[in-house]
């Protein structure tokens, strides 16, 4: 079986190798350069909205593929797939494995597309992610904190941002479909939303513009703000970074392109969007203008 990106796609009446325990380094744990660089915040371009789960969201496979060849090398890791269940929905059982750190971790994955190959690949890739978590790639996204609230969006989506530097965004925006003015209110900030809210934010600005912004108040990351108050000095801010990358993507389009995505989000075309039904809007224009480049 030759591995193709570092992913093995095995036969499921294939006996399944034993997974590695070879050790080089003689050790049984990752060494701490090792663990920040899987830790590393994934590009975000590579989570986008889960379609079959309002309200979560998903990690493209290719960009975990990209960190374990990163950070491991190209042959310094491989995962094997066992097919365990192949009725409605297909069930596989993936062992990945680091030879030189002795690592091996089996997770498993389904999918239950109608399209059975699109089916194999969906289950193993599921898998991977899955067993990618485990070493720390896009944990923040397995731990919720990608959550924008319930969305009603379509598969595939890039939910990548144009690069460019955000231009000064005004202080308050027409009522028809703008993010909400800043002014003095939190815009619904709470210590339940917070983290969710930061991280939406992270995921439309990058982290560059993200962590600059929370650096001039201080702060390296979200958990490191002290109090709900501290983060209420904070977010409007990113609100006005958002404000003015929302106002560029929405320029960018026509005005029937823009109406048909807020009737894709059941979005009332009157009324002004919250926070979380700004960055749901957001990430549908960068998908539109995506698909026309």
């Known amino acids: 079986m030759q591995p193709v990106n570092g992913v093995e796609h095995a036969d499921s009446n294939a006996p399944v190798p034993p997974p590695s325990t070879e050790n080089s380094i003689d050790s049984s744990q990752l ?5 920040a660089k899987l830790k590393e915040p994934l590009p975000r371009e ?3 909205p889960n379609p079959q789960k309002p309200g979560l969201s998903v990690i493209k496979v290719i960009y975990v593929v990209e960190r374990l060849n990163d950070v491991f090398g190209l042959n310094g890791w491989h995962v094997d797939n066992e097919v365990v269940e192949t009725g409605r929905m297909v069930v596989v059982r993936a062992t990945l494995s680091v030879p030189r750190y002795a690592i091996a971790i089996e997770q498993f994955g389904g999918n239950d ?3 059975r190959g699109d089916a194999y690949k969906g289950a193993c890739t599921d898998a991977l992610s899955k067993c990618a978590s485990y070493l720390g790639i896009g944990m923040d996204v397995y731990k919720g904190l990608y959550e924008q609230g319930p969305r009603d969006c379509s598969a595939g989506g890039q939910n ?9 965004a005004p202080r308050a925006t027409s009522p028809q479909n703008g993010a909400h003015s800043s002014g003095a209110s939190p815009t619904g900030l709470t210590s339940r939303n917070m983290a969710g809210r930061f991280s939406s934010m992270r995921t439309v600005l990058g982290a560059r513009e993200y962590s600059d912004i929370l650096g001039r108040h201080g702060y390296r990351d979200v958990t490191g703000i002290p109090s709900l108050e501290k983060a209420r000095e904070v977010y409007p801010v990113l609100l ?10 929405k320029r960018a389009l026509t005005s029937g392109e823009y109406t048909n ?33």
Not at 31 to 35: A, G, R, T, Y
Not at 160 to 168: F, H, L, N, Y
């Open 261 to 293: 995505i807020l009737r894709e989000l059941r979005l009332n075309p009157k009324a002004k969007l919250n926070p979380d039904q700004a960055v749901r809007v957001f990430n549908h224009m960068e998908e539109t203008l995506n698909a026309k480049q």
């Open 46 to 48: 590579a989570v986008s």
């Open 113 to 115: 597309n109608p399209d």
């Open 31 to 35: 060494p701490q350069d090792v663990m």
């Open 240 to 249: 006005d970074a958002f404000r003015a990358r929302f106002g560029e993507a």
């Open 160 to 168: 990548g941002a144009r690069p460019g530097t955000p231009k000064s």
